[in-house]
């Protein structure tokens, strides 16, 4: 069984830095695209980014230049470090890994922006 555990959540101020880690254990054999989605209240979820390699990862247009996804592959790790955060990124955060032919997703960590 595979677990995803995500943590680094918590109420910053605008304009404040948190780092989520994602953290995958269980019978994992290969692991291609780690991602960070996030839904808001009232709000589909959505995809913040993703990373298949260093060289290959994508953001969202509204996190371009502020959030930074890594991976850390012998640990089976991914993070997502959050710059420059504004109030629009509240949102509860979950982290997915695609182990082809599977997809697991972690239970979600809230993030607050608020002064």
């Known amino acids: 069984q595979v677990r995803l555990v995500e943590s680094g959540g918590g109420l910053v101020q605008p304009g404040g830095s948190l780092r989520l880690s994602c953290a995958a254990s269980?019978?994992?054999?290969?692991?291609?695209?780690m991602s960070w989605y996030r839904q808001a209240p009232g709000k589909e979820r959505e995809l913040v980014a993703h990373?298949?390699?260093?060289?290959?990862?994508y953001y969202t247009d509204t996190v371009k230049g502020r959030f930074t996804i890594s991976r850390d592959n012998a640990k089976n790790m991914v993070y997502l470090q959050m710059n420059s955060l504004k109030p629009e990124d509240t949102a509860v955060y979950y982290c997915?890994?695609?182990?082809?032919?599977?997809?697991?997703w972690g239970q979600g960590t809230q993030v607050t922006v608020s002064s």
């Open positions: 990373i298949i390699s260093e060289d290959s990862t």
């Open positions: 997915r890994i695609q182990s082809e032919p599977y997809v697991y």
């Open positions: 269980g019978s994992i054999f290969s692991i291609n695209t």
